[in-house]
């Protein structure tokens, strides 16, 4: 049973910093992309990073670079979005997929939420 289970959410303040994680089980999670994509209220899905299946040259969307950083370990099947410079426009519900942002999508978490309030 194919499985990604997002954790790590949570309340921040704005300026602090949270580390989501996503945890794979059911495929062969070493030869995927794999990406961070959010959904705020009312909002459409918003593409945040992708990275190869080797961990290489990662991606990031205009409105997260410089403040995400993506990473993965194969041996551990995880994925892990660190955020840093959170403000109140990231609250939204974070979702881990599988492939590339710009690819088909085989797999999605149920998704994690963030909230960035005082």
């Known amino acids: 049973q194919v499985q990604l289970v997002e954790s790590g959410g949570g309340l921040a303040q704005p300026g602090e910093s949270l580390r989501l994680s996503c945890t794979a089980s059911?495929?062969?999670?070493?030869?995927?992309?794999m990406s961070w994509a959010r959904q705020a209220p009312g909002k459409g899905l918003e593409w945040l990073a992708s990275?190869?299946?080797?961990?290489?040259?990662?991606w990031y969307g205009d409105s997260v670079k410089d403040r995400f950083t993506i990473s993965r370990n194969n041996v551990k099947n995880e994925v892990y979005l660190q955020m840093n410079m959170l403000n109140p426009e990231d609250t939204a519900q974070y979702f881990c997929v599988s492939g590339w942002h710009s690819s088909p999508h085989d797999y999605w978490g149920r998704g994690t939420q963030v909230t960035v309030s005082y």
């Open positions: 990275i190869f299946s080797d961990g290489s040259d990662p």
């Open positions: 059911g495929f062969k999670f070493d030869v995927y992309a």
